[in-house]
Structures are given as structure tokens and as C-alpha cells.
């Protein structure tokens, strides 16, 4: 499969407790995007790296998220004294930075539930 | 600052009928736009996509859309819905800068399809 992947797909947590999600984007690609998508809503950037670099931030990234790309390949999201409301489906996707194809695939999302 | 309005929650359609999905957009240059279509607990899968050229695009699942500038405007249709089309299907803006090509989602829209 040379799709974009993510692990766990589910994850069941208690309110203040810290959850790590990892991302593996298609390989070739050096752009990797995270998107969080509530119930009945579309989904929303939260932040891009463009190979290791982290490029952009939304204000929908709290102090309480981190997001790392360490080695350009993989990446992780971890929250930190999780609340209620980020009980959401984390979404990751890539692209590869071509002019003219900027279409990004998606991988099947983490499911967030925080008790 | 880019948003993205699919007017319609929910669309109920018989199989075999046509299908209409709404999109506007508001942005202040030529956007680059997108329609995702999502199963239940599938990630997001494009359907199609416009850059520059016709302005009716072609996709996959015999799906099309119709890029009209006037009005700000990117509706998706299909001549004849299958029972499989039954999806949440959501419109997306981009825009190629420098620093990446983030997307902008609408709200979405939930298709039906009754026998």
C-alpha cells in the first residue's frame, strides 16, 4: 500500500491525559499536512512541514499541540493534557511540491475521544 | 482571509436522478479548487480538481464541475447518482504561495440516495 497511513486509527483517552499520533505520508512526497475534523464540520489546518520544517501554524494550535517531522519522512502529533474538546478525527495528508500538482492525499484519519 | 460555503447540509436524491452539490468561495485572487468526497470512516479521496484552463473539469466516479468566476463558484454535479454515491462530499480552496498550499474546507454536504 503506497497510500498515506496513520496510527492508531481510534484512540479512547481520559481528560488530561497526553496522545501521540504518527503520520506516514506516500514517500516521495516532501509536504505534510495535519487537519482536524469535528463532527459535521469540514476539516481545518492546523499545520504543514515542508520536508522537516514546520512552515505554518493555525491558531487552532494550542500551546497544548506539538507537531514534529523529524527525519523529513514521518511525522507525529502530540496533545498534551487533553481536553473534551479535542475529541475530533485528526487528518493527515501529503503532497509533493511540484508546480502545477499540489494535490493532497489523505490518509483514513485518527478518531479522538476524550472521556 | 479564504472561506469556502456549500449552502446544503443535506441532499436527499433518488437513484439514477442528477445530482447538484453547491459551492461558493470567497478569495481574492484565482483560487485552486477542489472536491473531496469522504465514506463513512474512510479518509478524504479527490474527486476532482481545477488550476487554470476549461473550466469544466472532469473527475472520477463520473463526476464534473464547473468553475465560474462571476460567481465565485465551483458546483459539482453527476448526471446519474448510484446507491455507492451515498457520501459526505466537501469543497476546498487553495492557493500556491511560497510557503505551501494549505486548504480551506466548506462545512460539507451529506448525500443521500433513496431507492
Known amino acids: 500500500d503506497t497510500g498515506v497511513s496513520q496510527d492508531p486509527r481510534h484512540k479512547i483517552t481520559k481528560r488530561g491525559q497526553n496522545v501521540t499520533f504518527r503520520c506516514d505520508p506516500i514517500?516521495?512526497?516532501?509536504?505534510l499536512y495535519w487537519y482536524r475534523q469535528t463532527l459535521g464540520q469540514g476539516p481545518e489546518f492546523l499545520t504543514y512541514?515542508?520536508?522537516?520544517?514546520?512552515?505554518?501554524k493555525s491558531r487552532l494550535l494550542s500551546d497544548r499541540f506539538s507537531a514534529e517531522r523529524p527525519k523529513g519522512s514521518f511525522s507525529t502529533l502530540e496533545i498534551q493534557r487533553t481536553e473534551q474538546g479535542d475529541s475530533a478525527m485528526y487528518l493527515c495528508a501529503s503532497s509533493f511540491r511540484d508546480l502545477g500538482n499540489n494535490e493532497q492525499f489523505f490518509g483514513p484519519g485518527t478518531r479522538l475521544t476524550v472521556l | 482571509a479564504q472561506s469556502v460555503t456549500q449552502p446544503d447540509i443535506h441532499i436527499t436524491v433518488s437513484e439514477g436522478a442528477s445530482l447538484e452539490l453547491r459551492c461558493n468561495y470567497s478569495?481574492?485572487?484565482?483560487?485552486?479548487l477542489f472536491w473531496y468526497v469522504q465514506s463513512p470512516g474512510q479518509g478524504l479521496q479527490l474527486l476532482l480538481k481545477?488550476?487554470?484552463?476549461?473550466?469544466l473539469v472532469q473527475g472520477i466516479k463520473g463526476f464534473e464541475a464547473e468553475f465560474k468566476r462571476s460567481q465565485s463558484s465551483f458546483n459539482l454535479r453527476k448526471p446519474s447518482v448510484h446507491w455507492s454515491d451515498a457520501a459526505e462530499y466537501f469543497c476546498?480552496?487553495?492557493?500556491?504561495?511560497?510557503?505551501?498550499?494549505?486548504?480551506?474546507f466548506g462545512g460539507g454536504t451529506r448525500v443521500l440516495v433513496k431507492p
Open positions: 514517500s516521495e512526497h516532501n509536504r
Open positions: 476546498a480552496v487553495g492557493f500556491i504561495k511560497a510557503a505551501g498550499n494549505k486548504l480551506t
Open positions: 512541514f515542508q520536508n522537516e520544517a514546520q512552515l505554518e
Open positions: 478569495y481574492g485572487a484565482t483560487p485552486y
Open positions: 481545477y488550476f487554470s484552463g476549461d473550466t
